[in-house]
């Protein structure tokens, strides 16, 4: 298995990177120090932004954002975790450029209406309620057993 390989970029954004052999191409995560820990009174505002780098005003950014992941089998994803905004993607060999494009053209550079954030606050305030839902059910379970 190859090594991994660890870039701080300039922006303050770390890459990590690494060759898979199990099919002859690279996975990838770029990580940015935004996490949930510094949401502060905002609880959400990391994985809203999060969700906003699947978006864009422009229609046409947002297509091809979509079509490249599909065209050219690009496995991209997003996540947030307590210290970081993350974005991992995977691709072979012969896609690397146009999947490393694409990402930066989600992280950089970015606006948005204020329809498509109210969207957004809309589905994550969903996603944090699910899981305080899940979090309440587990600690009911494990009680009663």
């Known amino acids: 298995m190859a090594k991994q390989q660890i870039l701080d970029l300039e922006n303050g954004a770390t890459l990590v990177y690494q060759k898979q052999e199990s099919f002859n191409g690279y996975s990838f995560v ?8 510094l949401d502060g009174k905002h609880e959400g505002l990391s994985h ?6 699947f978006r864009s005003p ?17 496995n991209q994803n997003a996540f947030t975790s307590e210290e970081m ?4 993607f995977s691709c072979v060999d ?3 450029g146009i999947a490393l494009e694409n990402c ?12 498509q954030i109210e969207q957004e606050v809309a589905v994550v ?6 899981h305080k ?7 009911i379970t494990s009680m009663s057993q």
């Open 94 to 96: 012969k896609n690397v």
């Open 48 to 53: 809203l932004l999060e969700h906003l780098l």
């Open 58 to 74: 422009k229609e046409d950014l947002t297509r091809n954002i979509l079509d490249n992941i599909l065209r050219y089998s690009i």
């Open 125 to 130: 305030k969903q996603e944090i309620n699910l």
């Open 30 to 37: 770029i990580g940015f120090r935004s996490g949930a820990q």
């Open 104 to 115: 930066m053209n989600m992280i950089t550079n970015r606006e948005f209406t204020v329809e």
């Open 133 to 139: 839902d899940a979090v309440k059910k587990a600690v």
């Open 85 to 88: 905004i993350c974005v991992d």
